[in-house]
């Protein structure tokens, strides 16, 4: 601000009378018209220049430098162009104004001013230690503190400068070729460009303004956009759903965890209350045994007393030497009396005990057996998987097949099939293709509405009439009743109890001589029947399925 007259000293003069009072209520707006804009600190060696504004004589001189004279020079505030460079002179009645302000408590700006840090876009106006700028303008492509902006936002001048958050990558805004704002995008090289550019290298080539691919590719940014926040979604609701897995499956361990802490509370039990019992028992059959004995000795002790005062009697009557006396005696002492005490049968008195042994042992081992043998988990047998297929031509004419011979239904009404010298007769069964060695696992869905369906393995027989499944020494068959299961083998039955599932799964170790069955659910598998043999032939999957109609069995596919 230009001050001139001696009035305005006048004035200003007059106003310190009013004291400490209206010094307080100046507010920053009045302090900052006797500042720098650049320094903003109070002006030093003051100088005005032709636009009015006022600053420090080292500031401007350091902001215009010591170029050219006749080069332009603009104002630092308004932007107001001078050619040549303005003569600095030293305002000195302005230089009286700040002294003056300076004894009335007036000081220089606060040591805590936002200045820019490592970090922070520094403002291109000031000199010195640079202030964080708050703005960039696009236009002038210069970065503004608080003070240095205020043109900006009063002078309608600058009405059309776009500002922005200050920003550090303001040159390279300008092309460098021809030190010009790139304002201009070419689509057909893909970079932006300016005016100049436009007209020469990129001359017939497909340019918009920077602000119209601005928009365009701003919808594609937009859609970018959400189709990312479609992924984020998409990845929360998996979370989530892991997130429930893991709470499903902690639970579900937790409670199996405490399922099996009742169950061996009360197997542990039922051992102590069976140890108790045998212990008893064995106790008992030791107190009778005993007794029996104390009684038949006490009775063969009384005999054997008996016995020696007869022998004494007769040993007396051997040594009389009268001879009629002798012959007087003999009758009544020759006659021995018939013993009371009946011969023990010969039996083994301790085969009690070694029946009572023999059990516990036995006991024992099978509770071995159960509780050493690892449980079996579903993903240990899918490595060794095996997709079955079921053979056509050995099915029985009432059996249809499906789903790429996976499935196989029960239907009275089907229409005879041709002959084949592998059909299987009298009897509704069906064998796989696949003759089965080595380690192989198959899942079979059994769907039956009532009646049978068996899941078997068997060795292939020339005589069709002779398959029976589980009543020969070439078949073994889990039999699947609505009420439980039967195992069947050499016309042998085995009752087996377990869990009714729908689905079971097969195992075989051909070569170890091992077949088991499994009820499954879900990832969980429970041993019904194992068998430990030696195959010397191939084995076939098979089925048996008894009516009514409808009844069917799926071999399933399952994943390793």
């Excluded at 002798?326 to 005990?353: E, M």
């Excluded at 380690?439 to 009439?465: D, F, I, L, M, P």
Aim: glycine share 4%; charged share 30%.
């Amino acid at each position: 601000m230009l001050f001139t007259g001696c009035e305005t000293v006048k004035l200003f003069r007059r106003s310190l009378l009013f004291g400490g009072e209206m010094a307080q209520q100046r507010n920053q707006a009045d302090e900052l018209k006797f500042s720098c804009s650049i320094c903003l600190n109070l002006l030093k060696d003051p100088v005005t220049i032709p636009c009015g504004h006022n600053y420090c004589m080292k500031c401007i001189k350091d902001t215009w430098g010591k170029e050219d004279q006749e080069k332009t020079h603009s104002c630092p505030q308004c932007r107001r162009s001078f050619t040549p460079r303005p003569e600095l002179l030293k305002n000195t009645l302005l230089a009286e104004l700040v002294e003056e302000l300076k004894k009335t408590g007036l000081q220089d700006a606060p040591a805590d001013l936002c200045y820019a840090g490592a970090e922070d876009v520094a403002c291109d106006v000031c000199t010195g230690r640079k202030l964080r700028a708050a703005k960039s303008c696009l236009q002038c492509l210069a970065s503004y503190c608080e003070q240095h902006l205020q043109p900006h936002l009063q002078s309608p001048a600058f009405k059309k400068h776009k500002l922005v958050e200050p920003s550090v990558k303001l040159q390279e805004n300008i092309c460098s070729r021809h030190d010009e704002v790139m304002k201009i995008f070419c689509r057909t090289d893909q970079k932006c460009i300016c005016l100049v550019c436009s007209m020469d290298d990129h001359k017939g080539h497909d340019t918009v303004s920077a602000a119209t691919e601005r928009a365009e590719k701003q919808k594609q940014l937009d859609q970018s956009r959400q189709d990312v926040q479609q992924r984020i979604q998409d990845r929360e609701k998996d979370v989530k759903q892991l997130q429930q897995e893991v709470e499903t499956t902690t639970r579900s361990a937790d409670e199996a965890v405490e399922h099996s802490e009742k169950i061996f509370t009360q197997l542990i039990r039922l051992v102590e209350a069976r140890h108790s019992d045998v212990k008893q028992r064995i106790r008992s059959q030791q107190e009778l045994d005993v007794s029996l004995a104390k009684e038949r000795q006490e009775k063969l002790n009384q005999e054997i007393t008996e016995l020696k005062k007869k022998d004494a009697e007769l040993e007396k009557l051997s040594l009389t030497e009268d001879h009629t006396q002798f012959l007087l005696s003999y009758p009544s002492l020759s006659t021995l009396t018939k013993s009371t005490i009946s011969p023990r049968p010969n039996i083994d008195r301790l085969q009690f005990f070694k029946d009572m042994t023999a059990a516990v042992t036995a006991a024992r081992d099978q509770l071995q057996l159960v509780l050493t043998e690892k449980l079996p988990l579903r993903t240990e047998f899918l490595q060794y998987s095996r997709q079955i297929t079921l053979d056509p031509n050995t099915a029985e004419r009432r059996l249809v097949l499906s789903a790429e011979n996976r499935k196989v239904t029960y239907n009275d009404k089907n229409p005879p099939y041709p002959d084949h010298p592998d059909r299987l007769i009298d009897r509704p069964q069906v064998l796989s293709k696949e003759g089965l060695t080595g380690r192989c696992y198959w899942e079979v869905e059994t769907k039956k509405r009532s009646g049978t369906v068996s899941v078997s393995v068997a060795y292939k027989c020339v005589n069709k009439s002779l398959y029976v499944f589980g009543f020969n020494k070439t078949f073994w068959s889990l039999y699947c009743y609505s009420s439980g299961y039967n195992f069947y083998h050499d016309s042998q039955s085995t009752s087996i109890s377990g869990p009714e599932s729908s689905r079971i799964g097969v195992y075989l170790d051909h070569s170890a001589g091992i077949l088991s069955f499994y009820s499954v659910s879900s990832d969980t598998m429970r041993l019904l029947h194992k068998v430990q043999t030696t195959f010397t032939e191939p084995l076939h999957a098979g089925f048996w399925l008894c009516g009514p109609d409808g009844n069917t069995a799926e071999v399933c596919k399952v994943k390793q």
